[in-house]
């Protein structure tokens, strides 16, 4: 018998048991939120297990937490849980400017805008 495997294939763990039964981490993230390594994150990344260090690894080019989510098969929030951790522990960092005195700025409203249209 050989051991499961971290393809989707094997061992299922339910979304709590990943974030110790949080909702929430210290950095509160958007959907729109855009990841990236730190060197901190990169020297950690291959030691990283599992979610964390997919995560990780998916953050060595621009991410944002809405593909992070996708693109690991991870519930939402349990993406926004682990990626919040992560960038408190100084391995992610994320961009501080998409939102101006609580409203997004236009820069962002621009990109969302020019996404929806090439859909």
């Known amino acids: 018998m050989s051991p499961p495997s971290h393809d989707g294939a094997g061992?299922?763990?339910r979304p709590y048991a990943l974030t110790g039964g949080r909702t929430r981490a210290r950095t509160d993230l958007?959907?729109?939120?855009?990841?990236?390594?730190?060197?901190?994150?990169?020297?950690?990344a291959?030691?990283?297990p599992m979610e964390r260090?997919?995560?990780?690894?998916r953050c060595a080019s621009p991410t944002s937490l809405a593909e992070l989510s996708a693109h690991l098969h991870i519930p939402l929030g349990v993406a926004r849980v682990l990626a919040g951790d992560l960038c408190d522990e100084g391995l992610l960092d994320f961009n501080r400017d998409h939102v101006t005195d609580g409203r997004p700025s236009l820069r962002l409203l621009e990109r969302v805008f020019d996404g929806l249209q090439a859909l």
């Open 30 to 44: 958007s959907i729109e939120t855009i990841l990236v390594l730190t060197p901190a994150g990169e020297a950690r």
């Open 11 to 13: 061992l299922r763990v």
């Open 46 to 48: 291959a030691r990283m």
């Open 53 to 57: 260090g997919d995560i990780l690894r």
